[in-house]
């Protein structure tokens, strides 16, 4: 790693060889080591005569990679064999349509939590298929908390109830894992694998991998067998969750679930998820009280509903952000202007972010604090 | 390229760091040049400071990957601006239910004609969306051959035709592009860049990348602007073919869009699809000269069917072809056993296969006929 001093005025750091500190949101970035093995891995992978890309998914060796991550999933999240875990294609927003034509039926409704653009999203998707209800909703605060689940409005016969556990453009997070009467079904693309989940109330956990995961071109689906009787009948093959939890049906993904292999290995060998969550909450501490310990900086979403994961932020002299955003990239931050719909900045804290990364930047913002405050 | 001379009974010619000869059906061989070219671009692509899988979606870096792959397809398909090229997920299974779901109106029909597993497969899903109707089929002949096409029973008020210009377990092929009164859509997971296509009577042309293209994990879907305004509306936006003809809409599969713009660069280098095309003639027609000039091996296509990429043959005596594929593999030919569905062996010859590779496996076929024929 190799970023100057941000306390100097420098520009470029780098000659283009080597890794900065990248805050993107997603696609995001992965462990160097699982990215090295990757790279030590081609042209052929393993004594098979071939790289990855090239073997079938029917073969011994491919078995082994997805079989090797969905073990490590099930250990790292403590998922008991009554969970299935799904490597899918299409992202959340496949997803978004995908939970309402398995588990919304036509006589039925079904629940939603919005606290962000992304469950705005899979709410409008569901609503294609069939009666929805909106149980809370934060739209009307610009999303900058989470509501309480004591104040949702909740229908005792829905089939499930959505939510977004961590809100990737909007910076919040649940802050607890509701276990409500009927199945909780989430989006949680932003923070899989980032903490310990209490698995008690879920039907479903669902997450595009480009986060935390691996890289983008891989959904991780994790779905509890009783929950997934519940659905309906006939579907269309490949979006019947069923097909998928019965067998591998179709021509997966392999070089995506071939590197989430290798990304669920890493952390495994890391300490596992407690591991990562105690380095997590360190992170963002640190980056949050460099925003709250300044008149300069502040942030956008209360503090009890605040995101591990991706924090987002504002200069009070909004007319800077630009020069933050290009000042920290020429001083090798990268990626840390907030998602386009909202503005301002956003430095996302996932897994493989380097500690180092978080000083580095919040020692970037005083030192920006200080010549242009 | 270490195969030893398959004349000799030596087994496991490499020490497994080596490539072998792979005839894989799918993921299947790609060119070693874009292997190594990923090779060298791990940890870090094009001095961005991360490598291509931890970039954003939005960047100018992947905006110029994507557009490369989308310039050189049209460039060498010859496909003018009224083609929309498209990079989906979920491989031809998705596609199977989704282009009824776009383009099977629910007063209207669709014609199929079956010719392989893959018919079979779409037009089960088009069952659940509406009704279709088989034109032609060659099931009774166990797919031994594609019906001509004045043969074809069909109904002049279709929304469309469906065809699968290539049948990758058959082993059969189209030799000639229909032109008729309704768009042709093609599932050409198989062909695609292998040979040029006449455009003419086509409305879409599908294709799982992992074939010809790239890895596993990217579907190439080619839909005349014409064709697409045909879609019913509305549709779930992901579903929608013209939510991905409009914008990016969500996060793509980078890695494997990435390596197929390394694919079609390399073809365009070698000369693009007619010298391809030509190459891919030769090596084809070495082997089925092999198989029909010999007693001890038969071909299963008539052989005004047969596929340049996927050759199917038996042994004569069929309780040797087991043996024949293990002491194949022995000899670095890797693959070469027929679908599970339909047995017998199968060489896959797609654009990455070297020419080399066929004159090893002739010269195998000689071999083994000689010493247990």
Chains 1, 2 share one sequence.
Do not use: C
């Not at 509501?147 to 961590?166: C, G, K």
């Not at 300044?294 to 503090?303: A, C, I």
């Amino acid at each position: 790693m190799q970023v100057t001093d941000p306390t100097s005025n420098a520009s470029a750091p780098t000659d283009g060889s080597e890794r900065q500190f990248n805050f993107s949101a997603g696609p995001a970035v992965l462990p160097e080591e699982v990215l090295l093995e990757a790279k030590n891995e081609l042209p052929v992978y393993d004594h098979v005569g071939a790289s990855v890309m090239e073997i079938s998914h029917r073969s011994a060796a491919y078995d082994k990679i997805e079989e090797s991550a969905r073990e490590h999933m099930k250990k790292l999240l403590g998922l008991s064999d009554d969970w299935h875990v799904l490597f899918l294609q299409g992202g959340a927003s496949m997803q978004f349509y995908q939970v309402p034509l398995n588990f919304l039926p036509e006589d039925g409704s079904a629940d939603y939590v919005i606290t962000g653009r992304w469950g705005t999203k899979a709410i409008k998707e569901a609503r294609r298929v069939g009666d929805v209800r909106v149980a809370a909703s934060s739209e009307d605060d610009d999303f900058s908390h989470v509501p309480p689940v004591e104040e949702w409005d909740l229908n005792p016969d829905a089939s499930y109830v959505h939510i977004t556990t961590n809100e990737t453009v909007n910076g919040n997070q649940f802050q607890k894992d509701p276990n409500l009467d009927v199945p909780v079904v989430t989006d949680a693309s932003s923070e899989l694998l980032s903490r310990p989940m209490d698995l008690d109330g879920y039907g479903m956990i669902y997450a595009g991998a480009q986060k935390n995961v691996g890289p983008a071109g891989v959904t991780i689906v994790l779905i509890h067998d009783d929950f997934l009787q519940q659905r309906k009948q006939p579907l269309p093959t490949m979006l019947d969750y069923g097909t998928h939890a019965a067998k591998r049906f179709n021509t997966p993904p392999v070089f995506p679930i071939y590197m989430v292999e290798k990304v669920l290995r890493w952390l495994d060998d890391l300490g596992g998820v407690d591991a990562i969550h105690a380095i997590n909450q360190r992170k963002s501490q640190k980056l949050y009280n460099a925003i709250d310990g300044s008149d300069f900086y502040r942030g956008t979403v209360d503090e009890d509903s605040r995101s591990m994961m991706n924090v987002t932020f504002r200069l009070v002299e909004e007319d800077l952000e630009p020069v933050f955003i290009k000042k920290a990239k020429e001083n090798g931050l990268l990626s840390l202007g907030g998602h386009r719909t909202v503005g301002g900045m956003r430095a996302s804290l996932y897994n493989a972010l380097p500690e180092e990364a978080v000083d580095t930047l919040v020692a970037f913002m005083k030192e920006f604090e200080r010549t242009h405050g």
